[in-house]
């Protein structure tokens, strides 16, 4: 024998098999749904971090101001005579700092959450735009799917740019068409 046998129906170092065409088949109709799900958890991704970054959830010492500066605010309400008016005043006034207080708070909070959700999303970007380009060279001289000409009648010589026309009544598809589909379809998904 001439080489090595690897798998079902691959010989390393020589010959075919019979089914050697079968695994390249069923490795060709991967290739379609892995860079689809590639491209979706990414989208996810972006989509989830972009929410955590709108709402970013309340912390113990902001809820701990809101209940302080109600309480002077019902205690404030609760000194309605005319001789009690300079301590409703005073506690009007602790309120009015508590608020600001919290504002500065809630500032400084929101500045440091969106500083390091940017930082993400920059660094899910550079990710991002990496595996594009390794999809890209990995799929760049073969077809990602092979898909009926019917079924795409006016569109498929847009979907087999790079790759070359059609085979056998089917327009095989190339990575840079499936890549801007992929991302159109996650962006409506998500």
């Not at 079968?22 to 689809?36: D, G, Q």
Request: overall charge positive.
């Amino acid at each position: 024998m001439e080489g090595e046998i690897m798998g079902e129906g691959e010989i390393l170092g020589g010959g075919e098999m019979p089914g050697g065409g079968e695994i390249l088949e069923r490795t060709r109709s991967l290739a379609a749904p892995f860079v689809f799900f590639i491209i979706i958890a990414f989208q996810f991704a972006a989509k989830r971090l972009q929410d955590l970054k709108r709402g970013a959830s309340k912390t113990d010492k902001e809820m701990q101001l809101r209940a302080e500066i109600k309480q002077l605010l019902k205690e404030a309400a609760s000194y309605s005579q005319p001789s009690t008016f300079a301590q409703a005043a005073k506690l009007r006034r602790m309120a009015a700092a508590k608020e600001k207080e919290l504002a500065n708070y809630q500032a400084h909070l929101t500045q440091e959450m969106k500083l390091s959700y940017d930082l993400y999303l920059k660094v899910l970007f550079i990710v991002k735009v990496i595996a594009h380009v390794v999809i890209i060279l990995w799929f760049w001289s073969s077809p990602v799917a092979y898909v009926s000409q019917h079924l795409v009648q006016p569109f498929g010589r847009l979907l087999s740019w790079k790759i070359g026309g059609s085979s056998d009544n089917n327009v095989r598809v190339g990575i840079i068409p499936w890549l801007i589909l992929c991302s159109r379809v996650s962006k409506f998904v998500c």
